[in-house]
C-alpha cells in the first residue's frame, strides 16, 4: 500500500543532460498571465535541471490553441530546411523565413546579441506547445480541445520529433490558475516544469543510438 501519493512527473532513472538540444516553445496569448508562468516553468526546467543553453530556446506565440499544431508543424519544417542547407542559402525564401525569430528567445528582455551570435542553428529537437483552455458555456471548449489534442499528436508523429502535449484543459480558472502553480493557496504545481523535463527525455531518447 502507498503511504503517501505525489503526482507529477517521477524522474528520469539516469541524467538527462539537454546542453547539445534546441528546444521550441510556441505558447498561445489567450489566456496570457498562466500561460506566461508555464512557459517560465519549461524554461526553468530544462535550464536549471537539464543543462539546456538558454539561447537555444527559442520561443514563439501565436493567437490562440487552435492555431498551435500548424505553427509547430511550420516552425519545425523552417528550422529543418535551415540546418540542412544553411541559413546564408536560404535568402530566396522569403515569405516561408519572414518574421520568424529561430535563432534564440524570441522575448526582448532574454534575447540579446551575444546570445543570438552563440545560439545554434541545428533543426528542433523537441517542441513544447503551450496554452490554457478554460470551458466556458458553449461547446466551443470540446472542439478545441479535440481538435487541438490530436493536432499536436498529429504533427509529432508526422515529424518524427517530440511534441509535448502542453495545453492545460480545465474547467474553472482556479484548475488552470492551480496547473500553473499560481493559486492563492500556494499549493498548486506548475506543470511547465514537467513538461520541459519531458521534451529534454523525449529528445534525448529520439537521438539515442540503439
Not at 97 to 104: A, E, M, P, V
Not at 122 to 136: H, N, R, T
Not at 148 to 160: C, E, H, K, T
Request: hydrophobic share 40%; proline share 4%; charged share 20%.
Amino acid at each position: 500500500m502507498i503511504d503517501e501519493f505525489h503526482k507529477g512527473l517521477e524522474p528520469a532513472a539516469v541524467p538527462q543532460d539537454g546542453s547539445n538540444l534546441r528546444i521550441l516553445i510556441v505558447h498561445t496569448r489567450w489566456n496570457s498571465p498562466i500561460v506566461q508562468g508555464l512557459v517560465e516553468g519549461a524554461k526553468k526546467a530544462m535550464v536549471e535541471q537539464h543543462k539546456v543553453r538558454p539561447e537555444n530556446i527559442v520561443i514563439e506565440s501565436v493567437p490562440g490553441a487552435y492555431e498551435l499544431p500548424f505553427a509547430a508543424k511550420k516552425l519545425l519544417e523552417v528550422s529543418q530546411i535551415r540546418a540542412a542547407e544553411g541559413a546564408n542559402d536560404l535568402m530566396g525564401n522569403v515569405s516561408l523565413l519572414d518574421g520568424l525569430n529561430l535563432t534564440g528567445t524570441s522575448s526582448p528582455a532574454t534575447s540579446t546579441p551575444a546570445a543570438t551570435s552563440t545560439a545554434s542553428k541545428q533543426a528542433f529537437d523537441a517542441v513544447i506547445c503551450i496554452g490554457v483552455l478554460i470551458k466556458g458555456s458553449t461547446m466551443h471548449f470540446e472542439y478545441i480541445c479535440e481538435a487541438v489534442s490530436q493536432g499536436i499528436m498529429r504533427v509529432g508523429l508526422d515529424s518524427g520529433v517530440p511534441v509535448i502535449f502542453g495545453v492545460l484543459t480545465c474547467l474553472t480558472e482556479e484548475q488552470a490558475l492551480n496547473r500553473a502553480g499560481m493559486d492563492k493557496a500556494g499549493k498548486g504545481h506548475n506543470h511547465g516544469l514537467d513538461w520541459g523535463q519531458g521534451a529534454v527525455e523525449m529528445a534525448l531518447l529520439k537521438n539515442r543510438t540503439l
